[in-house]
């Protein structure tokens, strides 16, 4: 079963408009080379990580669950490694202590007093999945259906 991650406008919001403020002010630097190459290795190491960790669609087969990234390799949670999997709804104010609130989706370190920490994975708090590992790790991941998915991989699991 494959589901996309469905980006929620807030998190289309901010990636168009910072990838507009950073051609914006790519064009208002260019008098200043210095400032320009400082500016635009920012700019660009800033959208390499967006692309990197951007989650694009979430997929259970019957033995672990992928998630999908942009740019890098997918992620697989293993069956055998997860203790639990539910939908959850992380809280907006949560506390993010490393990635993004919104650019290219949330992904990243993030503390939840509800959750815990956990590292995201997700385009809309609307549709997650709480995966929590039985190493302690826990993984909040999004996807269109996620009522749907977790059935999914509860019933794989059981067996």
């Known amino acids: 079963m494959k589901q996309k991650v469905k980006f929620n406008t807030y998190s289309r919001i901010v990636t168009i408009g910072v990838l507009v403020l950073f051609v914006v002010g ?28 951007c989650p694009v669609s979430l997929e259970a087969d019957d033995s672990a669950i ?3 990234r942009l740019l890098s390799r997918r992620k697989r949670l293993m069956y055998s ?4 999997v539910d939908t959850c709804y992380p809280s ?14 949330y992904w990243g370190y993030f ?10 994975y997700y385009g809309s708090r609307n549709q997650c999945i709480l995966v929590r590992l039985k190493n302690g790790r826990q993984y909040v991941i999004g996807c269109e259906n996620a009522v749907r998915m977790v059935d999914y991989v509860q019933g794989k699991m059981d067996k």
């Open 81 to 84: 490694e997860i203790q639990s």
């Open 26 to 53: 790519a064009f208002s630097l260019l008098d200043n080379p210095h400032d320009l190459l400082l500016f635009g290795v920012i700019m660009g190491i800033t959208t390499i990580f967006g692309l990197y960790y």
């Open 111 to 120: 503390s939840d007093i509800m959750i815990g920490s956990y590292f995201g």
């Open 66 to 68: 992928t998630i999908h």
């Open 92 to 105: 907006a104010g949560g506390l993010r202590l490393c990635g993004s609130g919104g650019f290219f989706g």
